[in-house]
């Protein structure tokens, strides 16, 4: 009883179209308007092809189906011949009359063929004794036993001369092959019936073979029976997939179509073929005259801006056209997927397309509840059963009573729930009372179970906000706080019913800044995120409680986007707690104002008095004069030379105090840059020592402080060159590389090397390895070195194969602060 509700003709889609700004230069104003205008013309015929696709694929699989349900009826009447042949001729002759007397216009005959390949029988009347054992679809069925049904090319009758479709069904007994039943199907009734599908009056639908011959064609039928498509269509492809689309000039008739084609179960393949010419026709006159009326408004231009108004207007009403045309296409394909039948006051159901059956899987007979069939499993949306007479469908046509949107559930043959959506419209006779009504769902089920696991993803997510130990604040567009969780409460010191329609101006937060001065409800983040559509992370605001005290939080926010307002409709605000944090932070900032205190003694109160006992020693050491011994010459020298050590440790120390705290901020920085830097501040040393300096590698950009960066370099090349050899000319090379997850950058030098049990007092302070008399310094250069780079997140190390071996200095830093560049060539200094 399954059957197809006939094609409605496509209703327009309306688009918005975008206005063309009219500026007041007219040589811009030309220039945009014909970009857009070409746009324009690309984007109706790109939307006039989809539409074409989508009409092909439509036609194929509702022709697909066709053919496959008529295949199927053939197939049930080839089964039950077969029987009646294995019962005997008389058997047989009795079903063909029945066959003859059915008047199925697409038969021409039924008829049999024995195991020798000789017509036994035809449903025609009597017919000579003819051989048919050179027929293809014989030999398949005869020498192939799984060979139930076979579909034979067309063929021309050796009796009747006209051409023919034969399908045929072997017959065996006790599995012996005694002989073959077809059906000659006419293909030009078959084909008066495709070509109901046909939209257009050079559209074509063909019914292709396996191999890709012609068995069905609706233009030219005969001249294609039995032809060969050639070989390079898409569906003939090795794994060609069931479905597709495809453009080619026809093989018949050399018209340019879009073909889609629908693989049917027993290999058939159904293609349609939408002419593009006849099908853009309409799109391309309206973009032929769109640029007809573009050139003639350019021309208009220069002698009046109303001619180009003129144009505009024009323009935009055919682009409507062909929007509300695309709407009237969406709106048919879409409605084909809802079930839809005609019930009976009685309640049966006297019509219903595929859909229908889809949703609801009973069999042919429940489902179109005929008397004594059993009934279906119906219950309302709260779970109460109904019974026929509460159908909404048999009210309907009893009563006349149209119900909308009436949510049902039915227990169908696989004994799952399908939940659906109903709705019924009255069928009024002459008399003008209801006689049947017709019915139209739609499968909600899986709607519902997503309804179901939204409201248990909210459960979740409320409970997971509620659990937070950050306070979670919601406010509309207003800036009115209309959610807030147990956190923000206790956090802010309010109730939900007290937070509950307060906003960000009200004067009872008495919110201030990190330094104690007011912060205006206005400027809060919340409301700054509303204005401007803008997070805001890490604000820091203090709020003044009743009693005085300061409850200090760090405020995050993320504004909710209404897509088609443009515009926030909400703000989610994050508050944590940061009082304990902030009073640590202030203890810190106490800490390091008196840790400058102490910097600021040592450079200034704990020198000035070295700086003294230098002074008087030297002047001690010139008022004696010559009366002093050589020894007491020699203690004095002792004496001043430890004051200016002690001098220089001081100031090393103060530098080493200072990293991190002054200085240059974090910022990119070019590491090649800071190298040239110091090689510059180093150029007399190099120049005296003739130190031979290479450079390699990609040296990237890096996120440092560029005097840290500078003095590292500095000490490290300061090193390199102190400690060679006496004799030898300093070799250095330096070189950076990206290894792994970091940047590594290495100092190689030829110097006097490194003992291997020494290597672990080289980054401490005050901690030297030579005596001061061979190599001077302060013992806090590689101590400073360490804590720069442990500043930036590195690593620095020491490798010396031994004394007199040389040494590489490394150090790395992470490779998410840094962005390579280009490889350098090698320079020598």
């Known amino acids: ?41 690309r984007k109706n015929e790109a939307d006039a092809f989809e539409a074409a696709k989508r009409r092909a694929v439509f036609t194929a699989q509702s022709a697909a189906e066709a ?72 030999k398949t069925v005869a020498n192939n036993p799984n060979a139930e049904f076979v579909v034979s090319v067309p063929v021309l009758g050796r009796l009747s001369n006209k051409w023919s479709l034969q399908l045929a069904q072997g017959v065996r007994v006790n599995g012996k092959f005694t002989g073959m039943v077809a059906l000659a199907v006419s293909p030009e009734r078959w084909t008066e019936r495709l070509a109901r599908f046909e939209g257009g009056p050079h559209d074509v639908l063909t019914l292709f073979s396996p191999d890709g011959v012609y068995l069905l064609r609706t233009r030219d039928p005969q001249q294609s029976f039995g032809q060969q498509v050639p070989p390079n269509r898409p569906f003939l492809a090795d794994g060609a997939a069931n479905a597709g689309t495809y453009v080619e000039s026809g093989a018949r008739d050399g018209i340019l179509r879009l073909y889609a084609w629908q693989r049917l179960g027993t290999g058939q393949i159904l293609i349609s073929g939408i002419a593009l010419d006849d099908f853009l026709a309409s799109t391309r006159d309206l973009n032929r005259q769109t640029v007809l009326r573009g050139i003639a408004a350019t021309v208009a231009l220069v002698m009046a801006v109303a001619s180009i108004l003129f144009f505009i207007r024009r323009s935009e009403r055919a682009s409507h056209a062909i929007a509300e045309k695309e709407t009237m296409q969406r709106v048919t ?10 019930v009976a006051a009685s309640g049966e159901v006297l019509f219903h397309n595929d859909s229908f059956a889809r949703i609801l899987t009973y069999g042919e007979d429940r489902l179109c509840r005929v008397p004594g069939a059993q009934p279906w499993d119906v219950f309302s949306a709260d779970g109460v059963a109904l019974g026929p007479d509460h159908y909404p469908s048999v009210i309907t046509a009893r009563t006349g009573q149209p119900f909308d949107d009436v949510t049902l559930g039915v227990m169908t043959s696989d004994r799952k729930t399908h939940w659906l959506n109903v709705n019924t419209r009255p069928l009024l006779g002459a008399d003008g009372k209801p006689y049947a009504a017709i019915l139209t769902m739609t499968d909600i089920t899986a709607e519902r179970a997503a309804e179901r696991a939204l409201k248990e993803s909210e459960a979740r997510y409320r409970t997971v906000v509620e659990s937070l130990v950050e306070g979670i604040v919601v406010q509309d567009h207003t800036g009115a706080i209309i959610a807030s969780n147990p956190a923000a409460e206790r956090i802010l010191g309010l109730g939900a019913h007290e937070m509950a ?52 939080v760090e405020v995050n926010t993320a504004p909710l986007w209404d897509s088609e307002a443009g515009r926030p409709t909400a703000v989610v605000s994050s508050v ?18 008196e840790l400058e205190q102490f910097a600021y003694a040592v450079s200034h109160d704990l020198r000035e008095p070295l700086r003294m006992v230098a002074a008087y020693m030297q ?28 001098d220089r440790m001081l100031v090393a120390l103060l530098e080493y105090s200072r990293v991190g705290r002054i200085g240059q901020p974090m910022d990119w920085i070019n590491s090649r840059q800071a190298l040239e830097e110091a090689l510059l501040f180093l150029s007399p040393v190099i120049n005296q020592t003739n130190a031979v300096i290479t450079v390699t590698g990609e040296w990237p950009e890096i996120f440092a402080s560029a005097d840290e960066i500078e003095r590292l370099f500095q000490n490290l090349l300061g090193n390199a060159l102190k400690y060679h050899q006496d004799g030898s000319v300093p070799v250095i090379q330096l070189a950076a590389r990206q290894q792994g997850g970091e940047w590594r950058f290495s100092f190689t030098d030829n110097g006097i090397g490194i003992a291997s049990d020494q290597i672990g007092r080289l980054f401490k302070v005050f901690q030297r390895l030579h005596a001061n008399n061979r190599y001077e310094g302060s013992g806090i250069g590689l101590a400073l070195c360490r804590k720069i780079v442990q500043r930036h997140d590195g690593r620095i190390w020491v490798e010396s194969p031994g004394p007199g071996e040389g040494s590489t200095f490394v150090f790395t830093l992470p490779a998410g602060t840094a962005h390579s560049r280009m490889p350098e060539a090698v320079v020598e200094a």
Not at 576 to 592: A, G, P, Q, V, W
């Open 67 to 138: 053919v496959e349900t008529t295949l199927d009826r053939f197939r049930v009447s080839l089964r039950i011949a077969a029987t009646a042949a294995q019962q005997g001729p008389e058997v047989l002759a009795l079903y063909g009359s029945t066959m003859s007397a059915g008047a199925d216009d697409m038969v021409l005959q039924l008829f049999h063929v024995d195991r020798d390949g000789h017509l036994s029988y035809s449903s025609l009347g009597p017919v000579p004794r003819i051989f048919l054992g050179d027929r293809e679809y014989f």
């Open 619 to 646: 002047l001690l050491q010139r008022r004696l004069g010559p009366g002093l011994s050589t020894e007491a010459e020699e203690f004095i020298g002792f004496a001043v030379d430890g004051a200016k050590r002690m």
């Open 501 to 552: 329609g307060r906003y960000s101006t009200d004067v009872r937060w008495r919110a201030i800044h990190a330094d104690g001065s007011d912060f205006p409800g206005d400027t809060h983040p919340a409301m700054v995120t509303l204005r401007t559509g803008e997070c805001q992370e890490g604000v820091v605001m203090g709020l003044r409680k009743p009693d005085d005290t300061v409850t200090w």
């Open 333 to 342: 394909l879409s409605a084909m997927a809802e079930g839809l039948a005609v």
């Open 1 to 41: 009883m399954s059957e197809t509700l006939p094609c409605a003709r496509a209703r327009p889609f309306t688009v918005d179209r975008t206005r063309a700004a009219i500026v007041a230069v007219v040589a811009v104003f030309v220039g945009l308007y014909w970009l857009n205008t070409v746009q324009d013309v």
């Open 576 to 593: 944590l707690d940061i009082t304990n944090r902030k009073e640590f932070e202030d203890e810190l900032s106490r800490s390091n104002s």
